[in-house]
């Protein structure tokens, strides 16, 4: 027992030893530290004292330490050494204008298109039918059928000027609807609204003439109003549908607007001369569009005033009228296949006798050809979508009944 006892007390001076020691290590090291905290810079070298060099440090840790020849104390306001001095931190990647470029690269707008087009970059803005397709895809009111917003009908509501009550009109033909004084015809049941305070908001239907008749049937105009009239049109106008006017005649009413904007382009391209419109020679019907060079469609105009009742040209031979989408197959430069419109049916009499008078002395010839040009690429689109309403798929010409109002087609 005595022996354990003894062995724990010795253990426990031992202990107690190796703290002291190890407490005493520590504070020399505090006071070296603080000595050499003093010292000048780098290039200053320590010079030693004779007793220096004499005598040892009573300690490893103890250091004499003075500064150049002239042995001057060392003083708090001396720059620190080297390794005291601390190192600037790395700059942040959020803020590194390196990180920023490289992280921003693929990010940036594009940038705005280039003047010079290339080839099939000018392809493309010639085409009227890829025109046509880049239009913003827009879905039908009343069928729900999603197309590019260039086979649609657009409708504005308007108010009308004299009643006051919202009307739902065609905003894309409204800009060449005819004036009052041009509607004189007891068909048109109501005057045309006022164009000047049209509502933001747009909304479509399928520019077919089947659709607009079944809209405005009896039966249906309060369902086709519920249906052009969207939450968000109500939202804004406040507007109750049971005061909305739809025009029981807008199937005539729009195939007027439509006819007028074509001979209006028409007539555009005539005055600018330039040889937009090109008359094709006489008695050769379609064989003479292949002597022409950069077809962009074919006018068929019918009958002109050096032709017979039948058709004929001297008696030589007689021409068969243009089915709906028939198309004619160009032989000079690269082969291409072109549309052919059967004006007669697309615009009426009326309308193509104006457009003889415009055409001048040249209104009398049979076929012309549209030159495939900037300037012709809206009124091929007009044509174009003129055709699609008055033609059902699969079908031939409409009866003569389907007119506008005051003419027969």
Known sequence: MNTVKSLLRAAELQRATRLRSWAAQRTEGRSSRRAFSHCPSSTTKPVETPEASTEEPSSANEHTIETSETSTPLSADSSPPPWRTKRPLPLSPLMDPAVIAAREKHRLPKGRPSAELTPFQRQLRDNPYAQALASPMRACAISRVRLPGAFLLNYEMLQHPSTGAP??????????????????SPQTHAPTPSLDTPTPHHTYSLARHSLLTHMTHPKNLRYSVKGLLTPRLVEKTRIREDSIVLREDMPGFVLGLMRTRVVHELGRLVR?????????????????????????????????????????????????????????????GPQRVVTVYNLPRLLGERHIATLREKLGRNGDKMVYVLKNRRMTTEVQMWLWK???YLVEDGRGWPAEGEDEPGESV
């Open 272 to 332: 600018y001369g330039k040889g937009y419109v090109a008359a094709c020679e006489e008695g050769k019907g379609l064989e003479g569009v292949g002597r022409k060079k950069d077809v962009g469609c074919v006018l068929w105009m019918g009958e002109g005033e050096g032709l017979n009742d039948e058709g004929t040209d001297k008696g030589e031979e007689t021409f068969e009228e243009p089915a709906p989408y028939a198309t004619v197959c160009l032989q000079r």
């Open 386 to 388: 003129l055709q699609g």
């Open 167 to 184: 009307w739902f009109l065609p905003a894309s033909l409204a800009a060449n609807a005819p004036s009052s004084k041009q509607q004189p």
